[in-house]
């Protein structure tokens, strides 16, 4: 079976600082994708960034990166200079690629204090 | 606007009603997934069409059934509602079955009174 964790049900940080959000995850695929998703308010799923397995360079999008972690199967997200627009609930996401769906974990509320 | 449309927004209706949600996917994608989120939850998948066939299963209830139809607009029928059933209920696409894009519609959230 797939597994998505998130060990961090809520994280606080101040405006402009650096936080970083943890996942781990479990698949026997060699395969596989892993995403972060955000959800604001407006209950809008918003992917922020994905991972190809296979590749070992950290996918990076603007002030959003990741550090992947495969033979741990780490993959946490790293919000440099975090604004008040970040404030969301943020979804790790396993796609083991066979097994035709997306596995999320149970998510981390971020709150960024001015 | 994602590209991937889902009606209605809002549904309120009682126990034991029948519901449809609507999914129309981004334009290209062949795969349509439906997913549950209930209050303060993760999203659990539910069922994947993937032009036009069943392709994969999650937990979904004997209860809820979907099909995806040739134009590849998808439908999630909702029966014998109950209150536990109340929830967003996102529809996601993606181009191929194997692909790893997906996109998500805004969701339909049902109110089971």
């Known amino acids: 079976a797939q597994t998505v964790t998130q060990s961090q049900p809520e994280m606080s940080v101040q405006e402009a600082e650096t936080v970083t959000l943890s996942c781990t995850y479990d698949?026997?695929?060699?395969?596989?994708?892993l995403f972060w998703y955000k959800q604001p308010p407006s209950r809008q799923m918003i992917l922020v960034i994905r991972q190809e397995a296979y590749k070992q360079q950290n996918a990076t999008e603007n002030r959003f990166s990741v550090n992947f972690q495969k033979a741990a199967k780490s993959f946490s997200l790293k919000i440099s200079d975090s604004q008040l627009g970040d404030a969301a609930m943020y979804f790790c996401a396993l796609d083991g690629g066979a097994t035709n769906k997306l596995i999320f974990g149970t998510g981390t509320l971020l709150a960024v204090q001015p | 606007d994602s590209g991937v449309t889902q009606t209605p927004k809002h549904l309120i209706t009682a126990t034991g009603q029948r519901v449809t949600l609507r999914c129309s996917p981004r334009s290209g994608d062949l795969s349509v997934y439906w997913y549950q989120q209930s209050l303060d939850q993760g999203l659990q998948f539910l069922i994947q069409?993937?032009?036009?066939?069943?392709?994969a299963k999650g937990n979904i209830l004997e209860r809820f059934s979907a099909q995806q139809f040739p134009d590849l607009h998808s439908e999630l029928n909702l029966s014998s509602l109950e209150l536990g059933d109340s929830a967003l209920y996102f529809c996601?696409?993606?181009?191929?079955?194997?692909?790893?894009?997906?996109?998500f519609g805004s969701g339909t959230r049902l109110t089971v009174v």
């Open positions: 069409y993937y032009n036009g066939e069943e392709r």
């Open positions: 698949t026997s695929e060699s395969d596989y994708y």
């Open positions: 996601a696409s993606s181009a191929r079955s194997y692909d790893y894009g997906y996109t």
